[in-house]
């Protein structure tokens, strides 16, 4: 199906993969100045839910649509670097020293993608020692909030790549946050963390951070044509309701080729359906005021 006939189906307001009518997500406005951002941390603590992939594509998604985005690895496996072609393991300064060391200028650590627009902040496995050198910190949860504090101003949106954990920098990224985005792989046993999750969410807006709130839950890895798939999002709508996205990510082998091509779907290959649902949920994002 053609894109022009894809978008006549959602205008009609057909029932979409969530069982609910799909709005109409309009184009957004473009921007007349920029920032400050609204940091977004991708969170789950289990592994392998495509919060990386969600992270460059919806990042690269805001871009095309003249967002300032900035990316924050903040996994010690550094995913999110690797999948856009940043040699993080050469470099000297990465997110870890900006961490754990005084006297480095954030702005030199940032480094341009080959999307015009998306910017990251790299990591590689030294991240792995942060936990341990942060326990004895003075405000030790609220120490990447003020490594972003600078750069704040210079984008539109933050988003954040956290790791498969519920640790000291998960904590740091959810301090350092405006919202969460929870990708759930269309799994029955990927749900049963969600409700932890919620409950970290819920005790850090509560102890750390009040302005913190849930953009919503991303269904992930979602194939239509099984049965699985199709209870496991109903069963996450009936349990969350609106905090679940309109927008679902089918599986597509493209993901990990335009991983191991370094570079986001939406420039891999731009016409694939799949790129077309990132879109789809920057628009989302930003009709929910999620992003600017």
Do not use: W
């Not at 010690?76 to 393991?89: K, T």
């Not at 990510?249 to 779907?265: C, G, M, N, Q």
């Amino acid at each position: 199906m053609d894109s022009d006939a894809a978008l006549q189906i959602r205008l009609a307001g057909q029932v979409g993969p969530t069982g609910r009518p799909l709005p109409d997500f309009p184009e957004p406005q473009p921007l007349t100045s920029h920032g400050p951002a609204r940091i977004i941390a991708m969170c789950n603590q289990k592994g392998g839910v495509g919060k990386t992939t969600t992270t460059i594509n919806l990042g690269a998604a805001l871009a095309e649509v003249g967002r300032r985005v900035l990316l924050v690895d903040f996994d010690p496996q550094g995913a999110l670097s690797v999948g856009l072609g940043i040699p993080a393991h050469e470099l000297d300064v990465t997110i870890y020293n900006l961490l754990t060391e005084r006297g480095h200028d954030v702005r030199e650590v940032i480094r341009r993608t080959k999307v015009e627009g998306l910017d990251i902040i790299p990591a590689n496995i030294d991240l792995s020692a942060a936990e341990v050198q942060l326990v004895g910190e003075v405000a030790r949860e609220q120490i990447l909030a003020r490594v972003l504090r600078p750069v704040v101003d210079d984008y539109d949106v933050v988003l954040i790549d956290c790791q498969p954990s519920l640790g000291l920098l998960t904590v740091n990224a959810l301090t350092a946050a405006h919202g969460v985005i929870i990708p759930l792989e269309c799994e029955f046993f990927a749900m049963r963390g969600v409700a932890l999750l919620v409950e970290t969410i819920e005790k850090i807006t509560d102890r750390l951070n009040p302005r913190l709130q849930v953009d919503g839950i991303l269904a992930t890895m979602y194939d239509g044509r099984t049965l699985h798939s199709r209870e496991v999002v109903a069963s996450v709508v009936e349990h969350f309701g609106d905090d679940v996205f309109h927008t679902v990510i089918s599986r597509t082998v493209k993901f990990p080729d335009a991983s191991l091509a370094a570079e986001p779907l939406t420039t891999y290959d731009a016409s694939h359906k799949g790129a077309d649902a990132y879109r789809q949920l920057a628009r989302e994002l930003i009709a929910r005021g999620g992003a600017a």
